[in-house]
Every structure is written in structure tokens, then in C-alpha cells.
């Protein structure tokens, strides 16, 4: 492996935090951004208070745990901060397996959210 390829993998526990960061600031502004593919929306995409305020929950959550990624020191503390993020995702493919309208939606709800903390917990072999 090359050193630049080496100095690359070595940041993707921050590169995925930064983007858990940037994609649920965008969830907190707009609920619609996550409420809509994981089929949490009326028919006609009607977000409602009751949904609004927990996808905003779970992108403040969201936020915490990407940021943790992004300042943590290497080893235990960015690993740990891993390790919250993979148990967030988790979390929340729970979720989706039992809020999920129909099975189409459910499978990729589901699926985003263990491939994302697939990836991240992928990143903690090179947190140091």
C-alpha cells in the first residue's frame, strides 16, 4: 500500500463522520430528507409533527456522533466514538424493520442503515 493511499484510509473514520455530520444537518433543517425514502410520510408526503420531531432526534444524535468521529483522538476514543455510531445505525435499522410501511421500503431502509454502519464500523481498523 502507498503512503497516500495509507494517509487516505486513515481518515475515513473522519471522512464518514464529517458526512454523518453534513447529511443530518440536512435531515434537521428538512425531516423529508430521511422521513420520505424510509417511508415514514402520508401519501401525499406530509411529514407529521409527531415524525418531524423524532427524525430530528435521531439527526441530532446524528450529529453528535459524526462530530465525535470527526474530533476524537485516535485510538480508544475514536474507536468508542465508532462504536456509537455502528450502535446508532443499528438502532435505527431496528426502527425501520418495524416502521416501515411496506417491504420494498423496509429493505432499503433497512439496508442504508447497515451499510452505513457497516462502513463505519469498517473505518475502526485504521482508528489507531
Known amino acids: 500500500m502507498t503512503s497516500t493511499t495509507s ?18 444537518a440536512v435531515v434537521l433543517a428538512s425531516p423529508r430528507t430521511l422521513a420520505a425514502p424510509a417511508g415514514l410520510t402520508s401519501d401525499s408526503g406530509f411529514v407529521s409533527p409527531s415524525v418531524a420531531t423524532a427524525v430530528r432526534g435521531l439527526a441530532l ?9 470527526v474530533v476524537a483522538r485516535r485510538g480508544t476514543p475514536l474507536r468508542t466514538a465508532i462504536g456509537v455510531r455502528v450502535a446508532s ?13 411496506d417491504a420494498a421500503t423496509r429493505a432499503k431502509a433497512v439496508a442504508v442503515a447497515l451499510g452505513w454502519g457497516a462502513l463505519c464500523a469498517a473505518s475502526a481498523r485504521v482508528a489507531g
Open 7 to 24: 494517509s487516505l484510509l486513515t481518515r475515513a473514520p473522519r471522512v464518514l463522520g464529517a458526512l454523518t455530520v453534513a447529511y443530518s
Open 61 to 69: 444524535r446524528d450529529i453528535a456522533s459524526g462530530a465525535a468521529m
Open 89 to 101: 445505525d443499528l438502532g435505527d435499522a431496528a426502527l425501520f424493520a418495524v416502521a416501515a410501511p
